[in-house]
């Protein structure tokens, strides 16, 4: 592999860019010892001298190594890795050996090496030993693999003060947004404890930004942070005096610093940097991988059907054109070669369409820095044309009209164009105030475009508009949703789904967990006719009527299609044949078919029949093929199940569909395949190459012009997007493999200084193997005296809920605290260096115990099914859980109610219901969205706490009951804190604007730019872009950067919540406690019956 040099970095102490030449080679999270760097780089763990020089490879797993800390005597590196399935410790000597594992955690969250204690014990971060999650700072043994907890809530990283005496340590992991610049509640700061003192020291609290990685030197804290608006080195004394700042780089932050005698060594843009305490200028470590740079080599695309966007089948059915991984193929639907029909690498190519009875394709390209379409021919051999040349922002994909003359396309700002393949000339036809358009649909005389906009009540109508006027006219009111058009072989219909089947499941208010209406099977089946007079080839016939000459017959089975080339003159004849459209009173002449209501799409005519994608549920879940002959006496036919999607080519002959990880194609005749293998397109010897080095190129600038197109302020925040694009893009040529990709456009697009911009995904090399361990939902400790593991806690959960139980507490298995496990299948726990070691892959199989009961010196066996890590992770939550409740219960006597919400998903409104509805009659409610992981039913939960008791029913006997049913009467707080996040912030600040209470907490997380994830890179990694801004009726925008402010400040500090105290709890109970006290909210009495006129009062 070529080695490239001269690229830019900017590393000067102020904000001059000196030239740097350096080998291939990105270099991130070292470590330094004496001489001696550690470092990660095309994801193995490298050792160089300081002075730089040929580094020295230390690993060579398919996995990531990362976190490199090497220990305080130079012999030995730890680092986490996931050899295994889960990101685990290992250590590894310094010069390379065989790694040691030396942490069994299993966390789906992973681990992090953190450092090392000066006495030789290995400190990392993990979620593993939180019933909340958040993250812990733990000490392990190399050898003994002995753990001791530092005892400190939400602690990330840590250095030890002299003498051992305390420890700086960063507060909060760093949350998951690639944002530069943050400010909002989980912001990483810096904070002292002293060994035995009652709680932390927050050492930066005058600075709102980011302070973290703390480094002890010279009885000075050494550590990273952005108060220039980058992130440098800065230091000050151990009580947070004295401020000073050591390196003033622009453009690129300081990244993963870390430090030995006097000298801190850390990342900066791709590089790596040295700075002497003593002489404190950054000097770049020179250094040349001895490498073969296997990620940079050609890659074969082995499973494009992984990479699948988009595919399209020509008019014969004989072709079917793919775009997978950014290429586009041309694959025989019988027999014939698979043609690659774009080789040209570091572009990306997709939204394949068939230009109608032509060998031709149009394709969206990025081949010249903006998405522009092209048109190639089907079989490879003649040089691509660029058909547009003035794209500026994100377009989607070309539907041509049935002549081959125009095709239709949107954009994402909501704009529908038509072009002119003849004249090179592109239109705006009309303009969205609300969504985009879709459903774009031609006739089959390419005179009328259908298609559907969505009007200011958010309702979707479906227009047509006709090439010869340039006008659009409505066909559908906006009363109804009506979308999905398609039209009629004939010219006589256009067809449509519309969602008019509004009759609820759930027929009234009353009864457990206040039902409400839901509208499933909501979707049916109409046509609109086109001219005055018709008659349905649906409707029964009738004296009146001889035969229904708006029958289509099938064109397989017809008489009078007894040849191809008479259904070709047919079909051409139908196309030439002029579609008459009488517009006046359009939107009264439809009728509904004669289908069932259910969950329909994608509503497409063929010739004889109309084909749909049928849902299990309104929400989406499996869909079936459906197919339905256009004729009197007819019912719907399930083509195929479970699919994925479909399509009809351009002359409505053929079908295409996606089913699992195949594409079949067969004849539009109402009917499924009867040989499914037959129908199958061949992907034998589909395979093809990619050059990583130009793709990843490629992906950069995608992920660049995608945060442009699709981020909710045109104006990116004021950031210059193109100069940033420049600074960055030379640092491509450095990157070495996937990850480091990663890195760089989350360096590039955390320059939007927003929230919700997540960076995945992507092809990354790894090992299969996936053997995580099991739990059996306890805390154990190993005392070789008694023989064996000791249970020392096992995990509660909810008592009315027993398949959640941990399989030690299940009635069966009945392991006390106390008792001691000896054998796991009939192995010593003790002749291994960890229990975890025999539970491995053990998750949801009997497993074979053998424990001594602490009151009993009588030895047992027992058989127990142990859970999944992540099971436990959800059960030590659990606890957290059912621990708050309690604790509401006990000290508010009975009179408050508490409901817990983790994120605002589907899952959780379930949980609402279970939390919500047993307590809806008491005085008092907390909401607790403490460590709430976001969502959108945020408006589901404040419509029942909107809901008001506003009269009373009072039955012959028994209590009284309100009006609205299951209104909550009482008085309410909401607990927020600082991982408080997304749509869980959104329901605090609706919670408080709108009066239902106050809030009680600390600052939440401040993301509420709504993202979407649907812009994919081409390897299926993405850089999600925040789309969705929010703004209050005051004119100002909300949450964004800052949080959510609480009405009442508690803060949880890190070591009295590591202790078990909920400060913020306690608040919430004590304000309600006195609210109550002021306001009991107890129910009316009920008032004397009345005594009506007329009739003799008696006692």
Same mark, same amino acid.
């Given at each position: 592999m070529e080695i490239r040099s001269l690229i830019f970095l900017l590393?000067?102490?102020?904000?001059?860019?000196? %030239?740097?030449?350096?080998?291939?080679?990105?270099?991130?999270?070292? &470590?330094?010892?004496?001489?001696?760097?550690?470092?990660?780089?095309?994801?193995?763990?490298?050792?160089?001298?300081?002075?730089? *020089?040929?580094?020295?490879?230390?690993?060579?797993?398919?996995?990531?190594?990362?976190?490199?800390?090497?220990?305080?005597?130079?012999?030995?590196?730890?680092?986490?890795?996931?050899?295994?399935?889960?990101?685990?410790?290992?250590?590894?000597?310094?010069?390379?050996?065989?790694?040691?594992?030396?942490?069994?955690?299993?966390?789906?969250?992973?681990?992090?090496?953190?450092?090392?204690?000066?006495?030789?014990?290995?400190?990392?971060?993990?979620?593993?030993?939180?019933?909340?999650?958040?993250?812990? !700072?733990?000490?392990?043994?190399?050898?003994?693999?002995?753990?001791?907890?530092?005892?400190?809530?939400?602690?990330?990283?840590?250095?030890?003060?002299?003498?051992?005496?305390?420890?700086?340590?960063?507060?909060?992991?760093?949350?998951?947004?690639?944002?530069?610049?943050?400010?909002?509640?989980?912001?990483?700061?810096?904070?002292?404890?002293?060994? *035995?003192?009652?709680?932390?020291?927050?050492?930066?609290?005058?600075?709102? *930004?980011?302070?973290?990685?703390?480094?002890?030197?010279?009885?000075?804290?050494?550590?990273?942070?952005?108060?220039?608006?980058? %992130?440098?080195?800065?230091?000050?004394? !151990?009580?947070?005096?004295?401020?000073?700042?050591?390196?003033?780089?622009?453009?690129?932050?300081? %990244?993963?610093?870390?430090?030995?005698?006097?000298?801190?060594?850390?990342?900066?843009?791709?590089?790596?940097?040295?700075?002497? @305490?003593?002489?404190?200028?950054?000097?770049?470590? &020179?250094?040349?991988?001895?490498?073969?740079?296997?990620?940079?080599?050609?890659?074969?695309?082995?499973?494009?059907?992984? /990479?699948?966007?988009?595919?399209?089948?020509?008019?014969?059915?004989?072709?079917?054109?793919v775009a997978a991984r950014g290429h586009v193929f041309v694959l025989p639907t019988g027999s014939g070669r698979a043609v690659q029909v774009t080789r040209k690498q570091g572009v990306r190519y997709r939204s394949v369409s068939f230009l109608p009875g032509s060998n031709e394709i149009l394709a969206l390209s990025d081949e010249s820095g903006e998405m522009e379409f092209w048109q190639f021919n089907a079989r490879g051999n003649t040089a691509p044309e660029q058909l547009t040349d003035n794209g500026n922002i994100f377009r989607y994909a070309p539907n041509p009209s049935p002549d081959g003359k125009w095709f239709a396309f949107t954009d994402k700002n909501f704009h529908l164009w038509i072009h002119d393949v003849e004249a090179g000339k592109t239109?705006?036809?009309?303009?969205?105030?609300?969504?985009?358009? /879709?459903? !774009?649909?031609?006739?089959?005389?390419?005179?009328? @475009?259908?298609?559907?906009?969505?009007?200011?009540?958010? %309702?979707?109508?479906?227009?047509?508009?006709?090439?010869?006027?340039?006008?659009?006219?409505?066909?559908?009111?906006?009363?109804?949703?009506?979308?999905?058009?398609?039209?009629?072989?004939?010219?006589?219909?256009?067809?449509?789904?519309?969602?008019?089947?509004?009759?609820?499941?759930?027929?009234?208010?009353?009864?457990? @967990?206040?039902?409400?209406? /839901?509208?499933?099977?909501?979707?049916?089946?109409?046509?609109?006719?086109?001219?005055?007079? !018709?008659?349905?080839?649906?409707?029964?016939?009738?004296?009146?009527?001889?035969?229904?000459?708006?029958?289509?017959?099938?064109?397989?089975?017809?008489?009078?299609?007894?040849?191809k080339g008479k259904r070709d003159d047919d079909q051409k004849q139908q196309n030439e044949k002029i579609i008459e459209i009488e517009l006046k009173g359009i939107t009264t002449r439809i009728s509904r078919l004669p289908v069932a209501a259910g969950n329909y799409d994608d509503l497409v005519a063929s010739k004889s029949h109309l084909y749909w994608a049928s849902a299990s549920s309104v929400s989406g879940g499996s869909e079936s093929l459906m197919s339905l002959e256009r004729k009197h006496d007819t019912e719907p036919v399930t083509v195929m199940s479970d699919i994925k999607s479909f399509e009809l080519n351009s002359d409505r002959s053929k079908v295409t569909v996606r089913k699992s990880d195949s594409l079949y194609v067969f004849e539009a005749n109402g009917r499924g395949p009867s040989n499914m293998s037959k129908a199958a397109v061949s992907q034998n010897g589909w395979s093809f190459v990619i050059d990583p080095v130009a793709e990843w190129k490629q992906m950069l600038i995608d992920a660049w012009r995608m945060e442009r197109d699709y981020f909710y302020d045109p104006n990116l925040h004021g950031a210059n997007w193109k100069e940033l694009l420049d600074r960055h893009l030379p640092l491509v040529e450095r990157v070495t493999d996937r990850a480091e990709l990663n890195d760089l456009i989350e360096q590039l697009c955390g320059e939007l200084e927003a929230l919700h911009i997540y960076v995945r995904g992507g092809d990354h090399r790894s090992d299969d193997l996936s053997v995580f361990p099991s739990s059996l939902g306890a805390v154990l400790r190993k005392d070789a005296q008694v023989g064996g593991y000791v249970v020392d806690h096992i995990y509660r959960n909810d008592p009315d809920y027993p398949d959640e139980l941990s399989p030690l507490a299940r009635p069966e298995v009945d392991v006390k605290v106390g008792s001691v496990i000896q054998t796991i299948n009939g192995v010593d726990v003790l002749s291994v260096d960890h229990i975890n070691r025999l539970l491995r892959g053990q998750a949801g199989r009997q497993v074979l115990l053998t424990v001594k009961d602490f009151d009993n010196e009588a030895e047992r066996d027992v058989i127990v099914q142990p859970i999944r890590i992540s099971q436990e992770a959800a059960l030590r939550y659990d606890q957290w859980e059912l621990t708050r409740r309690e604790q509401v219960e006990k000290v508010g006597n009975g009179k408050i109610g508490y409901v817990h919400l983790r994120a605002m998903g589907t899952a959780d409104i379930g949980r609402w219901a279970r939390d919500f509805y047993p307590v809806f009659h008491k005085q008092g409610l907390i909401v607790d969205v403490r460590h709430n992981r976001g969502g959108n039913i945020d408006s589901w939960i404040l419509e029942k706490l909107l809901r008001q008791a506003w009269f009373y029913w009072k039955p012959r006997v028994g209590k009284p009951y309100w009006n609205m049913q299951h209104a909550f009467r009482g008085h309410i707080v909401v607990l927020c804190n600082e991982k408080t996040a997304s749509d869980g912030e959104a329901f605090s600040e609706g919670f408080r604007r709108l009066g239902l209470g106050k809030v009680i907490g600390t600052r939440t997380w401040g993301g509420e730019i709504w993202l979407s994830i649907n812009n994919r890179l081409v390897d299926t990694g993405f850089s999600s872009a925040a789309q969705t801004g929010v703004y209050g009726p005051e004119g100002e925008w909300l949450i964004e950067g800052h949080g959510v402010d609480p009405d009442i400040v508690v803060d949880n500090r890190p070591h009295q919540t590591f202790e078990g105290k909920d400060a913020q709890l306690e608040a919430a109970i004590g304000y309600l406690i006195d609210r109550i006290k002021e306001d009991p909210r107890l129910v009316p009495k009920v008032p004397d019956y009345p005594v009506r006129p007329g009739q003799k009062k008696t006692r």
């Open positions: 590393v000067g102490l102020l904000s001059t860019a000196e %030239m740097v030449v350096a080998e291939r080679g990105y270099f991130r999270r070292p &470590s330094i010892h004496g001489d001696t760097i550690v470092f990660t780089a095309e994801g193995d763990l490298w050792r160089v001298s300081a002075a730089g *020089g040929n580094a020295i490879r230390l690993t060579s797993h398919l996995e990531q190594e990362l976190d490199a800390a090497i220990s305080p005597d130079g012999r030995f590196v730890a680092y986490s890795a996931s050899y295994e399935g889960p990101r685990e410790v290992y250590v590894l000597p310094i010069d390379g050996g065989r790694p040691r594992r030396i942490t069994y955690d299993g966390e789906t969250s992973g681990v992090r090496v953190r450092g090392w204690s000066p006495e030789g014990r290995v400190l990392y971060a993990t979620r593993h030993f939180s019933t909340l999650p958040n993250t812990q !700072l733990v000490l392990v043994h190399p050898d003994t693999l002995e753990q001791e907890r530092v005892p400190l809530a939400q602690a990330s990283d840590a250095d030890w003060t002299p003498k051992r005496s305390g420890m700086v340590f960063t507060r909060l992991a760093k949350q998951s947004s690639s944002t530069k610049r943050y400010h909002g509640g989980s912001v990483e700061n810096l904070w002292h404890y002293y060994d *035995g003192q009652p709680e932390a020291i927050p050492l930066t609290a005058d600075y709102t *930004g980011t302070s973290r990685e703390p480094m002890i030197w010279n009885q000075r804290v050494y550590f990273a942070s952005d108060r220039d608006g980058t %992130m440098n080195l800065w230091s000050m004394k !151990l009580d947070g005096t004295d401020l000073q700042q050591i390196t003033k780089h622009k453009g690129f932050d300081v %990244m993963g610093p870390a430090l030995d005698d006097g000298r801190i060594v850390y990342q900066l843009g791709a590089d790596l940097m040295l700075v002497d @305490l003593a002489d404190p200028r950054p000097s770049v470590v &020179s250094i040349k991988l001895v490498s073969d740079f296997e990620h940079t080599r050609e890659k074969w695309i082995e499973e494009p059907m992984d /990479y699948l966007d988009s595919y399209s089948l020509s008019t014969d059915g004989k072709r079917l054109a239109r705006r036809i009309d303009t969205s105030d609300m969504y985009n358009f /879709y459903d !774009l649909q031609w006739s089959h005389d390419s005179q009328w @475009l259908a298609y559907v906009a969505n009007g200011d009540n958010q %309702m979707s109508r479906v227009w047509i508009w006709n090439v010869k006027e340039q006008a659009s006219f409505p066909v559908t009111t906006e009363r109804t949703e009506s979308y999905s058009p398609t039209w009629s072989p004939d010219g006589k219909w256009l067809y449509f789904l519309s969602d008019r089947n509004l009759v609820s499941s759930v027929r009234s208010p009353w009864g457990n @967990l206040q039902p409400e209406p /839901y509208f499933d099977k909501r979707t049916q089946i109409f046509q609109l006719a086109l001219r005055n007079g !018709l008659t349905s080839p649906f409707l029964a016939p009738n004296e009146l009527l001889d035969g229904n000459d708006d029958e289509t017959p099938d064109a397989e089975n017809s008489k009078d299609a007894d040849s």
